[in-house]
RNA sequence: AGACCCAUGGUGUAAUUGGCAACACAACAGAUUUUGGUUCUGUCGUUCAAGGUUCGAGUCCUUGUGGGUCUACCA
């Protein structure tokens, strides 16, 4: 399909499909992803990434990742590979080389050289606080600096002497000359450059001088010829300066558009609150399956494809959208449901003696890996007269028809076995459950069933003898409320859930034992799991990724 | 208070740009099932309000109402 003949999927869309009629920049789209190497990649990036490239990629364009740097105090080279590797685990490879703001430090004082040549800029030395006082208010207007007019000779004599070094921190500023009046705050004569007397990671001790967003990000857009340079809603009014600047330095007229940033219920995407949530211990670090960081969610088992196709079907619009994890988990069950492999094992184990089953006799049954997936193939799996089932799948009282488990007089299927007939239990003295019994039918073995006996509810079991012990870990969402940011009278920390996270052994079938980390499987019946880095030789770390539906209301 | 943005089922998005409101998730009901999973079928809205333009409005205009964003030498 020609890119003419493409449909637009949403608003974005639909303006670069009329760039592309008006043939606008040569019919060529080019996008990027612009983070702050400052923290870790959350869900709310995934959202930005997969807009910007898979844009691109529908119209045939290219997509540039540019760290953002032009803060020396905030701004860590570690956070820079945490941020390739994520995107590229999501499923995103770049243009070229990874771009850097800081790389484009001498262009930017160029830049600022001309918009002073210009009489556009002026060099202030007018404090902090003076500046904000300037502002005015909104719907007052500023006023002006006292050194709004200098002539742009001495603008520019003051601005060398500003990179030259010569200034404390904070003493002078570089101020675009706009409209002290203007509704919009932000061209009320913006700081373009601050004296920071700082090491950069990059330009080390190049600089003492550092652009800000507005001076630097549009144009980076520029430089790198950026098409279309799409953000979230928050930088709307920065768009006007961004215009500004553009036609100030008759550079490349990169175009910004803006869509709404997605949000997630029971998930955070501040990088402030969830740095405090690692440095107050509450989870074990960024990549905790708990966060809402792409590490974290890598850990817990979410696909790449999942998040991608989560982002997708969201859709790209311009009002703030709150997504349910209903069908975040959806898009991760349909991901696994296709590809994961079966595997049995017992959460919360108990005893089950087949009285009738010879003692001392075990026999291989076979079970297929994926009943949705035939080339996967088939496994054996031991039986013997002790195995291990859900303590949950037992009652102790007979049941009505409507009730398809284990209790006393009812017949029940275990998975890829025989059919068991359940006799009674064995309890202690607090009346918990030790052990439960059953016969079973000889005639009933799985796939030569002579039996004629129906039984309505399938079980999953584990053979006692052979069982692998499994450390699994049990999560919940890391909230008890889906937006514990939106109480104005509560701190988000209010909220926090205390069963996020249970450890428990698990039973499992012997192959369990060599799972290899990140590898994801369906445990029968309770949900899918993957094994953790945590895993040592033979004692196997699991996390549940997303539970099973479930529509029996027992 | 000024400027700007937004408004479609419980939730999130569509609607050939003015022509019978569609899809997904959730929920509920049923069928299939050796996972109470998967799969399949059905049920659940006249588009924030009022006015206007038009043969015809979710779409255009006006006025409201509700929500959001903006006054860092952060990005």
């Not at 709004?148 to 603008?155: G, H, L, V």
């Not at 890829?416 to 918990?432: F, K, Q, R, T, V």
Request: hydrophobic share 30%.
């Amino acid at each position: 399909m020609s890119t003419a003949e493409k449909k637009a999927d949403n608003f974005i869309e639909e303006i670069i499909l009329e760039d592309l009629a008006n043939g606008k920049h040569g019919g060529r789209i080019h996008t990027r992803f612009p983070p702050e190497p400052n923290g870790y990649l959350h869900i709310g990036h995934a959202k930005a990434i997969v807009i910007n490239f898979e844009t691109a990629k529908k119209f045939g364009g290219k997509t540039n990742l540019r760290m953002d740097d032009t803060n020396p105090s905030t701004e860590e080279t570690l956070y820079v590979d945490n941020i390739q590797s994520d995107i590229r685990w999501l499923g995103y490879e770049w243009e070229g080389d990874t771009r850097y703001a800081s790389d484009y430090f001498d262009h930017l004082y160029q830049f600022a050289l001309r918009l002073i040549d210009k009489g556009l800029a002026y060099v202030d030395e007018s404090s902090a606080a003076e500046i904000e006082s300037q502002k005015g208010d909104i719907g007052v207007p500023g006023t002006n600096s006292p050194h709004r007019d200098r002539s742009p000779a001495e603008n520019r004599d003051l601005f060398e002497r500003m990179r030259a070094g010569e200034f404390p921190d904070g003493s002078k500023v570089l101020r675009a000359k706009i409209d002290m009046a203007h509704p919009n705050l932000l061209l009320r004569d913006p700081v373009l450059y601050r004296i920071k007397h700082e090491a950069h990671h990059r330009t080390g001790e190049n600089w003492c001088i550092y652009p800000l967003y507005d001076f630097a990000h549009g144009q980076s857009d520029s430089l790198e010829e950026i098409t279309h340079s799409l953000c979230s809603l928050e930088f709307r009014h920065h768009r006007d300066l961004y215009n500004w600047l553009i036609e100030a330095l008759e550079i490349f007229p990169s175009r910004q558009i803006e869509f709404a940033r997605m949000n997630v219920d029971y998930f955070i995407t501040s990088k402030r609150r969830l740095k405090l949530l690692v440095d107050e211990g509450i989870v074990t670090g960024w990549d905790d399956a708990r966060m809402s960081t792409l590490a974290g969610l890598r850990r817990k088992g979410y696909p790449a494809e999942a998040i991608r196709n989560f982002c997708m079907d969201t859709g790209v619009t311009r009002r703030d959208s709150q997504q349910t994890l209903d069908l975040l988990e959806y898009k991760v069950r349909e991901v696994l449901n296709r590809d994961a492999d079966r595997y049995m094992a017992v959460l919360d184990p108990v005893r089950l003696v087949i009285t009738n089953y010879p003692e001392g006799q075990t026999e291989m049954l076979e079970t297929e890996n994926n009943p949705e997936n035939e080339e996967r193939g088939t496994r054996e799996l031991p039986f013997s007269r002790e195995i291990y089932v859900e303590r949950e799948d037992y009652r102790k009282e007979p049941q009505n028809r409507k009730y398809f488990r284990l209790a006393p007089e009812k017949d029940v299927r275990l998975k890829s076995a025989y059919i068991i007939h359940c006799e009674g239990h064995e309890e202690d003295a607090d009346g918990n459950v030790t052990q439960i019994n059953c016969t079973y039918y000889p005639d009933s073995r799985s796939g030569e069933d002579t039996s004629g006996v129906k039984a309505k509810g399938t079980l999953h079991w584990v053979n006692a003898p052979t069982a692998v012990d499994i450390e699994v870990r049990m999560y919940e969402p890391l909230f008890t409320d889906p937006t514990p940011m939106d109480h104005e009278d509560r701190d988000f920390m209010d909220f926090l859930n205390p069963n996020s996270l249970q450890v428990i052994t698990a039973k499992g079938e012997p192959a369990l034992a060599e799972g290899k980390v990140g590898e994801s499987f369906q445990f029968l019946r309770k949900g899918y799991f993957t094994v953790d880095p945590d895993s040592r030789e033979g004692k196997p770390v699991v996390n549940l990724t997303v539970g099973l539906k479930s529509s029996w209301k027992g």
